[in-house]
């Protein structure tokens, strides 16, 4: 009877939390929770490394949050210009002209893209002391390396992606063994 009276509550409990409706970050698609991941991660960092208060750091989540929407919509700004760039190059004749302006779109964005980091480097500073941007400033190169080391490891398949233990990829020969 004991044992009983534990068990139907844990039961009762599962079946509420099974009906429960699903996280928004479960519904997410891989890449969404990817990019989650990698905000927080910045922003944990930049706490840490500045002493931001829990307000300031929500404040520098709003802005990579705001920067990275706008990275999206630019990126599917550029998927829809070279449909039209293949459209256009497959059409007989190149109508040159129309060419020409499809070429500069693509270039405005990609100039756009290539700024979004700094965009989001001096949004940041806004809001921060002059101390705080100071700390920034020698900050930024030590968490570029490690951002750029994170992307790196997910590309290559990590630890935990791939990888026997050792850090040795399946794949990977003898010659790549240490």
């Known amino acids: 009877m004991t044992r009983t009276k534990h068990i139907l509550p844990a039961i009762a409990c599962s079946l509420l939390l099974s009906s429960l409706p ?26 840490d490394a500045l002493n931001l208060s829990d307000d300031k750091a929500l404040q520098i ?3 990579l949050r705001q ?12 998927g829809e210009i070279e449909t039209k760039i293949h459209t256009a190059l497959d059409s007989k004749p190149v109508d040159e002209a129309a060419l020409a302006k499809l070429v500069a779109s693509a ?4 100039h756009q893209l290539a700024l979004l980091p700094e965009k989001s480097f001096q949004d ?10 100071a700390k920034l400033i020698l900050f930024r190169p030590e968490l570029q390396n490690q951002v750029r080391r994170a992307i790196r490891r997910r590309f290559q398949g990590g630890p935990g992606r791939g990888q026997q233990p ?9 010659e790549d063994q240490p």
């Open 107 to 110: 270039n405005d964005i990609d």
């Open 22 to 47: 699903p996280s928004p970050a479960a519904a997410q698609p891989p890449e969404g929770r990817g990019r989650d991941r990698a905000r927080t991660f910045l922003v944990l960092r930049l706490a």
């Open 124 to 133: 940041a500073q806004k809001i921060l002391t002059v101390e705080q941007q």
């Open 67 to 78: 920067n990275d929407e706008l990275r999206q919509q630019l990126r599917q700004q550029r």
């Open 166 to 174: 050792g850090g040795r990829s399946p794949l990977s020969g003898p």
């Open 61 to 63: 989540g709003s802005i």
